[in-house]
């Protein structure tokens, strides 16, 4: 019998359950497969950048980018697979309240470390040697790393701050969602929560905002210099930002289409494939697209798989 119990938080939370058939069993470990390989490609991009001891701030933030992707796949692969497999859909409030820290870390992460790609290569274009002055050592790459961290953090920690504020009735409270996200957790609240939803929608603005803003801004002013330049440094340069813009766009679509599906979908047990569509699109994408584009990364895979090759090729 649940305790009408105004303003204080509930003792458990209870997610939707999907309910598994066959189909959906299959299409589970298909995107975990997925997933698994993913996460061996961004340990390979880490690895990489790694080898080449960081010799560039770029490959720092590609590997922190990669670590970011990595970061994503498993929260949110362990967080669906808690509910389908393991049958856990009544959780605690404070495994809750860590479930959706951790889930939505991992995404403003993912943002932050390609925004920071953008600033850097904007300043690399057109402040040289004000770049060359700030990043001649690790100092200045590593501060502006702990810096977004930092701001990732609050970030990321204010979704679950606001929700111990919101008033909900009972001691038990259903979420209309497989995972503890901020809106489905607020909507479960028995009072008005309008102002902590538009205030947290600031923040999700503001993250997805400053990305689209600053890649968009940069990427135009980074082609329009070099669009009739044939330097090595200027070609070297757009194709750079065109990676990051690449990257960034995977991010955007990803979670556009989300979001608009979902609402769309209203029934959460439609939103399986959704859901393992949004944890393995970006944490298998984005590595394969700095693989390729990166020279130094792409030269460190050659290497490595020539042996391979060869042994291979001997054994046949």
Known sequence: MNTTILGRSPRTVILWKFSLNEGRIILLWVFTSILFISLLLNVGIIMSCASRRFHKPMLLYISISSLADACWGIVGLSCILNNTIAHRIEITFAECLWQMFCLHFAVVHQFLSTWIMFIDRHCAVFWPYTY???????????????????????????????????????DSVAVQDSVCLFAPVARSSCESSSIATASLIVVFSFVFGLTGFTALYSTCCIVWKCRNSSKESNVKALHTCLTQLMVTSVQLATCTLIMVMKKILKRPADGLFLDLFAVVTPATINPLIFGFRTQEIRVVFVKAFHPLKTSILDMT
Request: net charge negative.
């Open 132 to 170: 060359v002055a700030l990043m001649a050592n690790w100092q200045g790459a590593l501060k502006l790393v702990f810096l977004v961290e930092i701001l990732g953090f609050f970030l990321s920690i204010s979704y679950p701050v606001v929700t111990l504020y919101l008033d909900f009735c009972n």
